[in-house]
T-cell receptor, first 113, second 114 residues
Framework: AQSVAQPEDQVNVAEGNPLTVKCTYSVSGNPYLFWYVQYPNRGLQFLLKYITGDNLVKGSYGFEAEFNKSQTSFHLKKPSALVSDSALYFCAVSTSGTYKYIFGTGTRLKVLA | EAQVTQNPRYLITVTGKKLTVTCSQNMNHEYMSWYRQDPGLGLRQIYYSMNVEVTDKGDVPEGYKVSRKEKRNFPLILESPSPNQTSLYFC?????????????FGAGSRLTVL
């Protein structure tokens, strides 16, 4: 069965420091991996995705993520955090031909000024 | 503007009183889906639709119904709401089946069942 794990409920980081939000997955076949962000009282917004090709994916607002097949991970990163990055982040996985996305439980990112 | 619109955004109701949460998209997307978001559980899929008149159960369909009579609309129906259906609900759409497609989400509907 497909699954996604986000092991940290919350990540705190100081403004200007690099941030990492972790995600690991389990699927049969080749995964399609996504990161979405949710700001208060808003729906989820797409940040970036990995489908195939280069393992380092760049997305919106300076975020990037690295696909690691051997570790089945897709961690979200940003070199320098902003207070405005504070939000709830969801990792999701899907596979070719499926009608389903599986979402992780979410990680709340708090960037401290 | 391309968007998914949900209504109502907030609703307080009582056990057993039927309600419908509407969802409409203006992007001509074939695929639509409903999720519920609960603390510690993330997003769980309730129902999805691959096209008009084609729907299927997600992971947590109990207590919910859906219909897809038009491409743009995908209402979520709670025939007899119960307190365990208190949650934040999201509708989402994508051009066709999941896989590599990006989901576009509505703003959410917060439902409280007393």
């Amino acid at each position: 069965a497909q699954s996604v794990a986000q092991p940290e409920d919350q990540v705190n980081v100081a403004e200007g420091n690099p941030l990492t939000v972790k995600c690991t997955y389990s699927v049969s076949g080749n995964p399609y991996l996504f990161w979405y962000v949710q700001y208060p009282n808003r729906g989820l917004q797409f940040l970036l995705k990995y489908i195939t090709g280069d393992n380092l994916v760049k997305g919106s607002y300076g975020f990037e993520a690295e696909f690691n097949k051997s570790q089945t991970s897709f961690h979200l990163k940003k070199p320098s955090a902003l207070v405005s990055d504070s939000a709830l982040y969801f990792c999701a996985v899907s596979t070719s031909g499926t009608y389903k996305y599986i979402f992780g439980t979410g990680t709340r990112l708090k960037v401290l000024a | 503007e391309a968007q998914v619109t949900q209504n109502p955004r907030y609703l307080i109701t009582v056990t057993g009183k039927k309600l419908t949460v509407t969802c409409s998209q203006n992007m001509n997307h074939e695929y639509m889906s409903w999720y519920r978001q609960d603390p510690g559980l993330g997003l769980r899929q309730i129902y999805y639709s691959m096209n008009v008149e084609v729907t299927d159960k997600g992971d947590v369909p109990e207590g919910y119904k859906v219909s897809r009579k038009e491409k743009r609309n995908f209402p979520l129906i709670l025939e007899s709401p119960s307190p365990n259906q208190t949650s934040l609900y999201f509708c989402a759409s994508s051009p066709d089946r999941a896989g590599a497609n990006v989901l576009t989400f509505g703003a959410g509907s917060r439902l409280t069942v007393l």
